[in-house]
């Protein structure tokens, strides 16, 4: 997904730590690392993009 529709993704990732944020999901320390650094992985590529 990452490849084909990278704001797509960015967009599930944010929403997935949201989730978290709120309760909705009990994330483990180890998933809620794993998604920051998608995050900013993601977040680093978009603005070379721009």
């Given at each position: 997904?990452?490849?084909?529709n ?8 944010e929403?997935?730590?949201d ?5 909705y999901?009990?994330a ?7 998604l ?8 680093g ?6």
């Open positions: 997904m990452k490849d084909n990278r704001w797509a993704y960015f967009s599930i990732v929403q997935m730590m989730y978290e944020k709120r309760g999901w009990k483990t320390d180890e998933q809620k690392e794993k920051l650094e998608v995050y900013l992985e993601l977040e590529d978009i603005e070379e993009d721009i």
